[in-house]
């Protein structure tokens, strides 16, 4: 069982924006802003979209963004594209001993 | 362009011991700045943190796998290794390496290897 919880899938219609939520705890997203995002596509490894909340890595489409409020992280993605469809994980520090936290992954579908 | 390619055997027998390699190009092992980590993916896609080795040799490994996980790093080759001893099939899981940091205790990893999986069978 993952630390932090996804909803297993997510759906959108190209060019409509959808989120996804990761929520933890005050041991993990609610006290630290180092939440990150990843994408995976099936048979790749997972690939950096988002880091420390809201920091899109250089080559990573505007189209994405992150935010926070109390214990649950989000990551938006505008302008849904058929190339998004994939895995999306978030992960975070967590004081509770295991020091990377990751969430279950949610499918989406566009 | 920084790569990341995981070696190893992909199936391993219970009870011996699990090892692998990650090679690194495009950024120095002994440069210093980075956590160089090991993530697994079981086959139901849920990801675990192994844990981390720093290129002065400092180690983080995850608590419930600590009694039986060591990792090394050599700088000289720019690759750093796991062993993961008295595997069993809990342990079958695609294995990935990845560059993390900034801080050992603030960590994101860009980028990952493409995994290697192992399975634990007899």
């Known amino acids: 069982q993952s630390a932090l919880t996804q909803p297993a899938s997510v759906s959108g219609s190209p060019g409509q924006s959808i989120t996804i939520s990761c929520t933890g705890t005050?041991?993990?997203?609610?006290?630290?802003?180092?939440v990150s995002w990843y994408q995976q596509h099936p048979g790749k490894g997972p690939k950096l979209m988002m880091f420390?909340?809201?920091n899109r890595p250089s080559g990573v489409s505007n189209r994405f963004s992150g935010s926070t409020s109390g214990n649950t992280a989000s990551l938006t993605i505008s302008g849904l594209q058929a190339e998004d469809e994939a895995d999306y994980f978030c992960?975070?520090?967590?004081?509770?001993?295991?020091?990377?936290?990751f969430g279950g992954g949610t499918k989406l579908t566009v | 362009q920084v790569r990341l390619l995981e070696s190893g055997p992909g199936l391993v027998k219970p009870s011996e011991t699990l090892s692998l390699t990650c090679t690194v190009s495009?950024?120095?092992?002994?440069?210093?700045?980075?956590?160089w980590s090991w993530i697994r993916q079981y086959p139901g896609k849920g990801l675990d943190y192994v844990g981390y080795?720093?290129?002065?040799?400092?180690?983080y490994y995850t608590p419930s796998l600590r009694r039986r996980v060591s990792m090394s790093v050599d700088t000289s080759k720019n690759q750093f290794s796991l062993k993961l001893r008295s595997a069993t099939a809990a342990d079958t899981a695609v294995y990935y390496c990845?560059?993390?940091?900034?801080?050992?205790?603030?960590?994101?990893?860009?980028?990952w290897g493409q995994g290697t999986l192992v399975t634990v069978s007899s």
């Open positions: 990845a560059r993390g940091g900034p801080d050992y205790d603030h960590n994101y990893f860009d980028p």
């Open positions: 495009g950024d120095s092992i002994g440069g210093g700045g980075h956590y």
């Open positions: 080795i720093y290129y002065s040799g400092s180690t």
């Open positions: 005050s041991s993990d997203i609610g006290s630290y802003n180092y």
């Open positions: 420390d909340v809201d």
């Open positions: 992960s975070s520090y967590t004081s509770s001993g295991t020091l990377v936290a």
